[in-house]
C-alpha cells in the first residue's frame, strides 16, 4: 500500500514502501537511486523525479554542515533540536 503526500495543489503523489525505505538510507547514493527505466522517463518529465528525490531526501536527513551556513541556517539551534530528539528517543524509544 503505497503512501500518498498531498501539498495542497490539488496533486497528490504517491510513494510505495521500497521507495520510502531507500530513501530512509543514510547513504545518499543509494537513498537517490533510480533504475534506466525511470532515468529514462526523467528526460521527458516536467517535473524531474530526481529533483524530488534529492528534496526529499534532504527533507528526512538535512543537509550538509557547509550547505547549512551557506542557506543561513541556525546550525547551532538545529543540533540542539537534535539533541532534544535524541533523548526523547531515549526516554520513550517506541517513538
Same mark, same amino acid.
Given at each position: 500500500?503505497p503512501v500518498?503526500?498531498s501539498?495542497g495543489n490539488?496533486?497528490?503523489?504517491?510513494?510505495?514502501?521500497?521507495?520510502?525505505a531507500r530513501?530512509?538510507?543514510?547513504?545518499?547514493?543509494?537513498? @537517490?537511486?533510480?533504475?534506466?527505466?525511470?532515468?529514462? &522517463?526523467?528526460?521527458?518529465?516536467t517535473?524531474? +523525479? /530526481?529533483?524530488?528525490?534529492?528534496?526529499?531526501?534532504?527533507?528526512?536527513?538535512?543537509c550538509e554542515?557547509?550547505n547549512q551556513?551557506? @542557506?543561513?541556517v541556525?546550525?547551532?539551534?538545529?543540533? &540542539?533540536?537534535?539533541?532534544?530528539?535524541?533523548? +526523547? /528517543?531515549?526516554?520513550?524509544?517506541?517513538?
Open positions: 500500500m500518498t503526500l501539498f490539488r496533486h497528490n503523489y504517491e510513494i510505495n514502501h521500497s521507495r520510502l530513501l530512509m538510507s543514510p547513504d545518499k547514493e543509494e537513498a @537517490l537511486y533510480m533504475g534506466v527505466w525511470d532515468r529514462f &522517463k526523467d528526460c521527458f518529465r517535473h524531474k +523525479k /530526481q529533483e524530488v528525490l534529492e528534496v526529499l531526501y534532504t527533507l528526512i536527513h538535512g554542515r557547509e551556513a551557506e @542557506l543561513n541556525d546550525i547551532t539551534g538545529m543540533e &540542539k533540536i537534535h539533541a532534544f530528539t535524541q533523548l +526523547k /528517543q531515549y526516554a520513550n524509544p517506541s517513538q
